[in-house]
């Protein structure tokens, strides 16, 4: 649960608050457990929400995408990119994502959540999050272009 806190904040002391407060929330919430997921799978979604809420308290600021800059894109599962990317630089990409497109699209590549899933988390509809999920993609394709443009010069 703290590598999945870790994922989202990226800072040690700030993880280790927010695991424990989900394990405080998860034993004080034991009741509201229905077993219909594995208790890991009831926690790790805790722990996500409790770090995406510590997040939006921090009021990180990020330039916001327009949204008439992206072009119109066919939702594609193909979320492979170039062999020469490494691993670091599609995570360091990601974290220059706005918290909206970054959210979904960490949910879904890092942690393994379905959209059904994800939207549930988020308090979305389901289409928004595919949407966000799309243009989350297509953004951070164009980062990835710009980080290579950029080391080519």
Known sequence: MFCVAMRFVKNTAD???ITQEAFIKAFQRIDQFEGNVTFGAWLKRIVVNRSI??????????????ENR???VQEQEDWSVDQEV???TVKAAMEE???KYRY???LYLVEGYDHQEI????DLRETTCRTRLMRGKQYLKELLNQRRDVAGS
């Not at 510590?54 to 916001?64: A, G, I, N």
């Not at 939207?119 to 988020?122: A, V």
């Open 97 to 99: 994502l706005p918290d």
């Open 15 to 17: 993880a280790e608050d």
């Open 70 to 72: 992206l072009s119109i």
């Open 119 to 122: 939207s549930e988390i988020l």
């Open 53 to 66: 809420d510590f997040l939006k308290s921090r009021k990180q600021q990020f330039v916001e995408l327009q």
């Open 104 to 106: 979904v699209v960490q």
């Open 86 to 88: 490494q691993v670091e």
